[in-house]
């Protein structure tokens, strides 16, 4: 039984649900709570909104099986009755994994697992001299486009034919995009790289703890 208060809600995001902004996810689940009749916890002042606080969005076009969503309930509900109201009002690209009361909180997130999968194969070789010196790529920050070494923010790599396997450094003061990643490799493999896509499957605390 879910208590009230704050629930995280565990769901995965494909197909061509990727495509939308942040924005109209919002609205989408938003939309779905309302159907669902799921008692939503709002907020106070002239234009209350339903308490959601979304954890690591990915980027619009990138897929993901580890979306975090909080949301603040008014009384307690049974989390299979949950799951099952949530799995109605939603499309298929919207996949409810698991819904429960969160003992943690987003801040202790630091990590998180990609696979990209690319037109062409990656060579482990080639990987090797990349991820070995510094990666510099420009990013975009609140005082514009920054130069910036995102090799430090790499814990690990490998890859298998087309597919490549990251993880990334994902806390609040360090968060990496594996776009960056691509643009890195891309700028040293003569844009080889160009069409891939993006699935985000884990997220951890520090000491790689599936995050919960």
């Known amino acids: 039984m879910l208590s009230e208060g704050t629930v995280r809600i565990l769901f995965s995001k494909t197909g061509k649900i990727r495509y939308i902004s942040h924005?109209?996810?919002?609205?989408?689940?938003?939309?779905?709570?309302?159907?669902?009749?799921?008692?939503?916890?709002?907020s106070e002042g002239f234009n209350p909104r339903p308490k959601?606080?979304?954890?690591?969005?990915?980027?619009?076009?990138?897929?993901?099986?580890?979306?975090l969503l909080d949301i603040g309930i008014t009384e307690p509900m049974d989390e299979n009755d949950l799951c099952s109201r949530l799995a109605g009002a939603l499309t298929g690209d919207i996949g409810i994994i698991r819904v429960y009361n969160p003992t943690t909180k987003f801040t202790s997130l630091a990590w998180s697992d990609y696979t990209v999968t690319a037109e062409h194969?990656?060579?482990?070789?080639?990987?090797?001299?990349?991820?070995?010196k510094p990666m510099i790529v420009e990013k975009h920050g609140k005082k514009g486009n920054v130069e910036t070494d995102i090799q430090p923010l790499v814990k690990a790599y490998s890859a298998e034919a087309d597919r490549l396997f990251l993880t990334l450094s994902a806390s609040q003061s360090a968060f990496l995009n594996p776009e960056y990643v691509m643009k890195a490799i891309n700028a040293a493999t003569d844009n080889r790289y160009s069409f891939y896509s993006i699935v985000r499957t884990s997220v951890y605390d520090a000491d790689m703890k599936v995050f919960e």
């Open 52 to 67: 959601m606080v979304f954890a690591l969005t990915v980027s619009v076009g990138a897929e993901s099986l580890c979306e």
């Open 23 to 42: 924005l109209d996810l919002c609205r989408t689940l938003k939309s779905a709570f309302i159907r669902a009749k799921v008692p939503l916890k709002y």
């Open 121 to 132: 194969p990656f060579v482990a070789d080639e990987l090797d001299g990349i991820f070995s």
